[in-house]
């Protein structure tokens, strides 16, 4: 879905997962500035072409349109697919399921008194092998590239397209990345835009994501500046001219932001963009499967999310973003990018599930029954005949310990799929409920008492298994990183 609407003011753009391209463009309240969207609205005609009339640019995203059920594993992503029934279910009960477990009282404040303190954790973890480059930036936000014919990217004759050029009183076009990380944005445009005139700002609230940046072999300072700045500060960056910047590009850092810092973030960006200013958005929307993934104890407030790491994410809609950027911007589009991933190698279903979960079974138990005998049969066996009898003792009884895993696992998969389907709820009762049946089945040709024994100690067995994997979920996941004492006053 894309809306766009006549600038009057500057303009906003764009979600993803169900993720929202949105463009916006600076409002009544000062000069034309505009907040814009790559994303075009897709028709569903069979006999017309996808483009963008401005960029001449032909099968943007959006265009792999799914038509028919039988051909949903032909490729890897469907573009503009709603979502089903099953899923609003699942979406639905997920959701209750974070109401009924939110992050606990006394750990709310250090997620929202120091989030810049986790963003240097991560990076300091991470540095810059955790996200890939994004080369889509090309496609999806061409206005970062089409104002320059001066790119490795450029067709033959290929003319200037976008109405965002350098004035002429500047020698410069100004690109101002907020949220840069480790430059994942900033190097492929670079590398991509020769023209001398583009000089980028790159910045981010991590010092540690600002330090990879810098010690980047990508890194010109003749072409870039790093720098540690909060979006939501109540003061301008030092370095930056207001009213300087030809293009502001915002991707997954908004939704690092609290609600109540909305409204300082979207004034900072207005006043450093100059009029006629394009600001590039694009972010996390309301019940994308990072969302509904979220367990116990993540939800921090409404729609607002801590993740493992102890960073916040905040998950959109359409209608928030109109009323957060409208203000100042004039929204050119605004749209939802939903695309459902496939995965093709695989074809994950239920049956397969099943197969894939009795496979694994059957090599685990084939490794370590088999490992297990080889080292029996060595031992039992006469000097020099070790490694022969190993080996005999291991053929004999490895396939067929893999064999009793496969079935148990096997089963258990079954259970599991058959108790989600009934209870259409995804938690560690079904996986307790499986074991306690798995146990019980196998040992029903030894009488009820025996099946009862079982069944107790699968369940019993799959609990401590479920409870000491959620406390270690709780015990490590949460645990805010240290922090620094300030230094003594002087």
């Known amino acids: 879905m894309a809306n766009s609407c006549t600038p009057q003011a500057p303009s906003a753009q764009d979600m993803e997962g169900n993720r929202d391209p949105g463009v916006a463009t600076q ?20 006999d017309s072409q996808i483009t963008n009339e401005a960029g001449g640019r032909s099968q943007l995203f959006g265009s792999r349109l799914l038509t028919a059920e039988q051909d949903v594993f032909e490729h890897n992503a469907w573009d503009h697919v709603e979502p089903d029934d099953e899923y609003a279910k699942y979406a639905e009960q997920q ?18 008194t120091t989030p810049a303190a986790f963003w240097d954790n991560f990076y300091t973890n ?75 700002y790159a910045c981010d609230y991590s010092s540690i994501a600002v330090d990879v940046v810098k010690t980047s072999k990508a890194y010109d300072q003749h072409r870039c500046a790093a720098f540690v ?25 908004f939704s690092a932001l609290h609600p109540s810092q909305w409204k300082q973030a979207v004034a900072n960006a207005y006043q450093l963009l100059k009029p006629g200013g394009v600001l590039l958005f694009r972010d996390y929307g309301r019940n994308d499967l990072a969302q509904l993934r979220f367990k116990r104890s993540r939800l921090l407030e409404e729609n607002l999310y801590i993740r493992g790491d102890g960073t916040r994410v905040y998950f959109f809609t359409n209608e928030e973003l109109a009323e957060i950027f409208g203000s100042l911007f004039e929204i050119e ?7 459902l991933l496939i995965n093709r190698k695989r074809e994950l279903k239920i049956p397969w599930v099943i197969l894939n979960d009795a496979g694994g079974a059957f090599a685990m138990g084939a490794i370590g029954g088999g490992t ?20 005999t003792a291991m053929r004999a009884r490895g396939p067929i310990i893999g064999g009793n895993f496969a079935v148990w696992g096997g089963m258990f998969s079954t259970f599991e799929c058959v108790l989600k389907g009934l209870r259409q709820k995804e938690d560690p009762w079904n996986t307790i409920g499986s074991g306690a049946i798995t146990g019980g089945m196998l040992a029903a040709r030894g009488g009820w008492k025996a099946a009862s024994v079982s069944a107790v100690f699968g369940g019993v ?3 401590l298994i479920e409870g000491v994997g959620i406390a270690m979920n709780r015990t490590f996941a949460q645990q805010p990183p240290p922090m620094m004492l300030p230094p003594p006053a002087q």
């Open 27 to 46: 409002g009544s309240m000062g000069p034309l500035k505009k907040q814009t969207s790559s994303a075009t609205e897709i028709s569903r005609s069979t």
């Open 95 to 112: 959701i209750r399921l974070h109401h009924e477990h939110p992050v606990p009282v006394e750990k709310r404040e250090i997620y929202n």
């Open 126 to 200: 991470n540095q810059n092998k955790f996200f890939k480059d994004r080369h889509w930036l090309r496609i999806e936000f061409a206005e970062l590239f089409e104002w320059t014919n001066n790119r490795k990217s450029a067709d033959k004759g290929d003319m200037n397209a976008s109405s965002t050029q350098p004035s002429a009183e500047s020698s410069k076009f100004q690109i101002m990345e907020v949220g840069c990380g480790a430059g994942n944005a900033v190097f492929p445009l670079l590398e991509d835009v020769n023209d001398p005139r583009l000089f980028v």
């Open 229 to 253: 700045w909060d979006l939501a500060s109540t003061a301008l960056p030092s370095n930056v001219v207001p009213g300087s910047i030809d293009i502001m590009l915002m991707v997954f850092v």
């Open 333 to 339: 589009q605004n749209a939802i990018d939903r695309r």
């Open 372 to 391: 297990w005998h080889y080292i029996k049969g060595a031992r039992n066996s006469p000097y020099g005949e070790r490694f022969r009898g190993g080996l």
């Open 461 to 463: 067995l799959l609990a």
